[in-house]
C-alpha cells in the first residue's frame, strides 16, 4: 500500500503548507465520515487529465463499502470528465449518475480541497444508498451534520486552522454527540451523549437547555475546571476538554459548523473516560510508590556507605582501610543506580546519565591527587532496566578502578575510553587505557586486580553467569590494557521471550 506523506512528497504543484494542510485533513476527517455514514476518499490530480487515491477513510458507524485498501490506486478513466467538473466547481458537487461499488449502489459526492484559494484536490463522500432508508431521527440529524462539515471544505473551513489534535481519549460520533444552536442551545442529543451527561450527575432533559448552564449546575466547588470547557460547552471552537462531577469523567469535543454568513452552531463529541481516568490515577500511584521505594533504598544505601567510611576513618590498618573504602565504593555504586531509578516512572533508567556519574566518581575516588585521568565515550548504552542496570554498574566500575589503581599507577595523568555497541539484547563494551599495561608474567593475562581479587571476581561472576557472556584481557596496541566485554542483557532477553510467546 502506498504511503500518504510519500505520495504527497512526489506531487511537485504542493508545497510545504500545501502538504500540511492535507495531513490536518486526513487526521480529522474520520468525523465526517462516521456522522455521514460515508466512505472517504481524498483524490488528488497526478498529471493532466490523471487522479490517483492519496488517502482513504471508512465509517466507524456503519459498514464500510472499501473492504481492500485503494490508497495509490489510479482513478478510473470514466470519472476523469466528473473529477475535472468538480475540481472547477465552487462549492460541493453531487455526481449525476450512480456508481456499483461491489453489490452496493453508490452516490459519490465531491468537495473541492482549498486552500489559499488553490484547489488541492478532492474529497469524495461515497454514500451507499441503503443506508439513507428508513432513517430516523438519529441518523438524520447525524447525516445532516455530517453533510455540513462536508460543506466546509470547499470554503477552506476544515479543516479547523487550529485542528483539534491534543486529546488524549479522542471522542467518537459513536461514543456520543450533541447539536447546538449557534447560541449553545442543545438541539438534539443521541442516546450515548445523554448517558454521558446521566453519569455526571445531569437530571433534567439536554434538549431545549443551554449546553453551558448544564455543565455548570454539575460542577461541584472543588470539581476541576479546565480553561478550555466553556468554549467547548458553548461550541465557538474547535479545542476539546474535559467534565469531571459526581466521580465520573467525559472527554467532550467541539466542532463548530459554519456556513457562507459565519458560525452557525456545532457539534459535541463526548466520551465517557472515568474508567480511564481511575486506571490512569492508580498507575500514577504505583509510579509514584515504586519512585519513593527506589529514594529510600538509595538513602538506606547512603546510609551504610557513611558508616564504612566513618569505619574506615578509625582503623589503623592501611590494608582494613583500603578494603573498606573498597566497600563504600561498592556501596555507592549500587545507590546511585536507585537515584536514577526514583526519578522514572518505570524500572528503566537513562543509563548514559547514570554510568558517566558513577565512573567519574570511582575515577576520582581511586586516583592520587596529583593524577588527572579523563574518561570519554563512544557510543550510548541507551535505556537500561535496573535488573541489567546494577550489575553493569558494578562490572564498569570496577573495572575503571582497576584501571586507575594498577594502569596508571605512578603516573600523573593518562585516558580511558569506553566504547559501546547495542544491538537488541545484544552488548559489546570496550574499556581500553593508556596506562603501563598488562604484565603477563605475573598475572598470566588475567586481570590486574586490587588486594585480594575481589574485584576481578565481581566482574567474571556478573559478566558470566548474569549476562551469559566473556570478559576477555589483553595489551592494547598502542600500549596500555584493553577490556572487551560481550554479554546479553537479561531483561531484553525477558522480553523477547514474551513477544516469541505473545506471537
Not at 122 to 135: G, P
Not at 239 to 245: H, N, Q, R, T, Y
Not at 319 to 327: D, I, Q
Amino acid at each position: 500500500m502506498a504511503d500518504f506523506t510519500h505520495f504527497l512528497t512526489t506531487r511537485s504543484n504542493l508545497d510545504e503548507s500545501d502538504r500540511e494542510w492535507l495531513h490536518q485533513l486526513v487526521a480529522d476527517w474520520q468525523v465526517i465520515a462516521d456522522l455521514s455514514f460515508a466512505d472517504l476518499l481524498l483524490i488528488l490530480p497526478t498529471e493532466p487529465g490523471k487522479y490517483a487515491v492519496a488517502e482513504q477513510c471508512r465509517p466507524s458507524t456503519v459498514m464500510t463499502l472499501r473492504i481492500d485498501d485503494v490508497v495509490g490506486n489510479p482513478v478510473p478513466a470514466d470519472m476523469v470528465e466528473e473529477l475535472d467538473t468538480a475540481m472547477a466547481s465552487s462549492g460541493v458537487l453531487r455526481s449525476a449518475r450512480l456508481r456499483k461499488v461491489g453489490r452496493a449502489t453508490v452516490c459519490n459526492v465531491y468537495a473541492p480541497v482549498r486552500h489559499h484559494g488553490k484547489t488541492l484536490g478532492l474529497v469524495v463522500r461515497e454514500t451507499n444508498m441503503s443506508t439513507r432508508e428508513s432513517n430516523g431521527r438519529y441518523e438524520s440529524e447525524s447525516i445532516n451534520a455530517g453533510k455540513q462539515l462536508f460543506e466546509m471544505i470547499p470554503r477552506e473551513q476544515f479543516p479547523y486552522s487550529n485542528p483539534v489534535m491534543n486529546q488524549r481519549h479522542n471522542a467518537r460520533v459513536s461514543d456520543g454527540f450533541i447539536l447546538l444552536t449557534v447560541d449553545g442551545i442543545v438541539r438534539y442529543s443521541s442516546p450515548n451523549a445523554i448517558s454521558c451527561f446521566r453519569r455526571l450527575g445531569a437530571r433534567t432533559t439536554l434538549q431545549g437547555q443551554y449546553l453551558s448552564e448544564i455543565g455548570t449546575q454539575l460542577l461541584h466547588h472543588n470539581d476541576p475546571v479546565p480553561e478550555s470547557l466553556p468554549l467547548v460547552l458553548s461550541g465557538k471552537a474547535a479545542v476539546d476538554s474535559e467534565l469531571c462531577a459526581s466521580r465520573s469523567a467525559i472527554s467532550i469535543r467541539s466542532l463548530p459548523i459554519f456556513d457562507a454568513e459565519g458560525r452557525n452552531g456545532a457539534v459535541i463529541l463526548c466520551r465517557d473516560v472515568t474508567e480511564l481516568r481511575r486506571r490512569e490515577k492508580e498507575i500514577q500511584t504505583k509510579d509514584a510508590t515504586i519512585s519513593e521505594i527506589h529514594h529510600r533504598v538509595k538513602n538506606n544505601l547512603q546510609a551504610v556507605s557513611a558508616l564504612l567510611r566513618l569505619q574506615a576513618r578509625k582503623t589503623d590498618s592501611r590494608e582494613v582501610k583500603k578494603e573498606l573504602e573498597e566497600a563504600q565504593r561498592r556501596v555507592q555504586t549500587i545507590a546511585m543506580v536507585h537515584e536514577g531509578l526514583s526519578q522514572t516512572a518505570d524500572e528503566i533508567v537513562d543509563y548514559d546519565k547514570v554510568i558517566s556519574n558513577l565512573l567519574k566518581m570511582s575515577i576520582d575516588l581511586a586516583s592520587m591527587k596529583d593524577q588527572k585521568i579523563h574518561i570519554s565515550y563512544v557510543g550510548k548504552f541507551g535505556m537500561m532496566p535496573a535488573q541489567d542496570a546494577t550489575p553493569l554498574s558494578l562490572v564498569l566500575t570496577e573495572l575503571i578502578t582497576n584501571a586507575v589503581e594498577h594502569g596508571f599507577e605512578g603516573c600523573t595523568e593518562g585516558h580511558i575510553t569506553v566504547s559501546v555497541g547495542r544491538g537488541g539484547n545484544n552488548l559489546n563494551v570496550v574499556v581500553e587505557d593508556d596506562g603501563s599495561g598488562l604484565d603477563t608474567e605475573e598475572n598470566n593475562g588475567m586481570a590486574r586486580s586490587s588486594g585480594s581479587g575481589l574485584g576481578t571476581q565481581i566482574i567474571n561472576t556478573f559478566v558470566t553467569n548474569d549476562f551469559g557472556g566473556t570478559v576477555t584481557w589483553k595489551p592494547r596496541r598502542e600500549g596500555g590494557t584493553k577490556v572487551v566485554l560481550e554479554m546479553k542483557l537479561r531483561a531484553a532477553q525477558d522480553e523477547s521471550a514474551d513477544s516469541g510467546m505473545l506471537s
